[in-house]
């Protein structure tokens, strides 16, 4: 090679790690932004939500990934949430704590104490407590344990009604619904639970924020 066209290899290499620097430096200071809000709890729902881009990406990104330098086998797929979870005693352990826990939280008033029905029908003004009846309540976990289930890869079944026709008129509101989410953290960690499918399933309940959340 010349004089003439290593000078040439040198200017194509420098370009090239400049553009690949400016890239993740851009990349890095779009994860910053969402972080400066102000409000603990926007910041951890923001968090969530990036949590939840990644994970996308990087399922898109394991689609073509080869596991040798021949190229001719792909890299192993990785497990569901559902099997990382524990498959069904795993869910089931965690649900069971988590709505012990959530009903024991007055910030969360799962039981909807104190809560009337708005509007102007004849039913206005009418108490929408819930009765946590031993029946209820395994009710509850067993459509918990359903859902979750089918959120994160596991069998496909669920009784239950839409998340959003269930809560709709509860006047459920945006803190009560972080302390919730608050609950199933101290679950998830009283069992141990990694931190990458902590990250996982919290940014899949925190998509259902929408369908059951009326107070904002």
């Not at 040198?10 to 400049?18: R, Y």
């Not at 330098?69 to 069971?96: F, N």
Request: glycine share 8%; charged share 30%; hydrophobic share 35%.
């Amino acid at each position: 090679m010349n004089h003439h066209h290593r000078l040439i290899t040198i200017a194509i290499v420098l370009i090239s790690l400049m553009a690949f620097a400016g890239c993740g430096s851009g990349q890095e200071q779009k994860e910053r932004d969402f972080t400066t809000s102000g409000s603990r709890e926007a910041d951890q729902r923001a968090d969530q939500r990036m949590a939840q881009a990644r994970q996308l990406e990087g399922q898109k990104d394991d689609k073509g990934t080869k596991a040798t330098a021949r190229g001719d086998e792909k890299a192993p797929e990785k497990k569901p949430l559902y099997d990382r979870l524990g498959g069904e005693s795993g869910v089931t352990q965690i649900v069971d704590d988590f709505v012990t826990r959530a009903l024991a939280d007055p910030r969360v008033n799962w039981e909807r104490k104190g809560v009337k029905q708005g509007g102007f029908s004849m039913h206005r003004g009418k108490s929408l407590e819930w009765n946590a009846s031993p029946e209820n309540v395994t009710k509850l976990k067993q459509h918990l344990v359903q859902f979750i289930a089918v959120a994160t890869g596991g069998p496909s079944k669920y009784d239950g009604a839409e998340m959003k026709n269930v809560h709709a008129g509860l006047h459920i509101a945006n803190p009560e619904f972080d302390a919730a989410v608050g609950d199933l953290k101290a679950s998830l960690d009283k069992f141990q639970v990694p931190n990458a499918e902590q990250r996982e399933l919290l940014a899949i309940i925190e998509s259902t924020r929408p369908q059951v959340v009326e107070q904002r």
